[in-house]
């Protein structure tokens, strides 16, 4: 079983949709969790990391819920652009190293 | 603002050779870290260096080695390359080993 869980999808949605992703992980010792989306051959880049309180970045909304060790974001009004791979990413205390779900894949259409 | 370069953006190499694949990280950045990611995977991580020493160790083969120099820049350098070696291999640097990590471009490496 995979550290870091999450639906693959495809999620296909229409412009202007709201979306939701989840993830869950399974270490109780993960200490920093991030968003990352990565499109189609080019590298990983960074969403926005995900706080105890929930965060907010334009019509990016991530929620952490340390108890069910469960991560969410949500993206309001879906832009064509939002197109992409969106991976849940978990850093362990005392290491370097980030741990990635598998992805899960978004395809906005017209 | 500056990112980080990876070289070369393609590389093909035959079974059995080497390859070394470099990395720059952002300016003012101390932390390099190396991910390997395959075809219809996440990415892996491999290994990382905090000023010049290794910081961490990941699922690196033996086959595959890396240093980190004075200028910061870092290199992996893989022998023996395998068919399975073929992947995405990103470079990320951050401020430090506590702060976000910013990835590169990657080197797509092709093994024949």
């Known amino acids: 079983r995979k550290e870091v869980e999450q639906d693959p999808g495809p999620f296909n949605v229409p412009e202007g949709a709201t979306v939701a992703f989840n993830c869950t992980y399974s270490?109780?010792?993960?200490?920093?969790f991030f968003w990352y989306r990565q499109d189609c051959r080019k590298e990983p880049k960074l969403l926005m990391s995900?706080?105890?309180s929930g965060n907010e970045d334009g019509r990016f909304t991530a929620q952490l819920n340390r108890a069910s060790q469960y991560i969410s974001l949500l993206i309001r009004d879906s832009k064509l652009s939002d197109s992409a791979t969106y991976l849940c990413v978990v850093k362990n205390h005392n290491t370097d190293k980030l741990i990635f779900g598998t992805g899960t894949r978004l395809q906005v259409f017209p | 603002a500056a990112g980080v370069i990876q070289s070369p953006r393609h590389l093909i190499k035959e079974k059995r050779e080497t390859a070394t694949l470099k990395c720059y990280p952002i300016?003012?950045?101390?932390?390099v870290y190396w991910y390997q990611q395959g075809p219809g995977q996440d990415p892996q991580f491999l290994i990382s260096?905090?000023?010049?020493?290794?910081?961490d160790k990941g699922s690196i083969p033996d086959r595959f080695s890396a240093q980190q120099f004075s200028d910061y820049h870092s290199e992996l350098n893989m022998s023996s390359l395998e068919l399975g070696d073929s992947a995405l291999y990103f470079c990320a640097s951050s401020l430090d080993s506590q702060e976000t990590q910013y990835f590169g471009p990657g080197t797509r490496l092709l093994v024949l």
């Open positions: 995900v706080y105890s």
């Open positions: 300016p003012r950045h101390d932390t």
């Open positions: 260096f905090y000023e010049k020493m290794q910081s």
């Open positions: 270490n109780s010792a993960s200490q920093s």
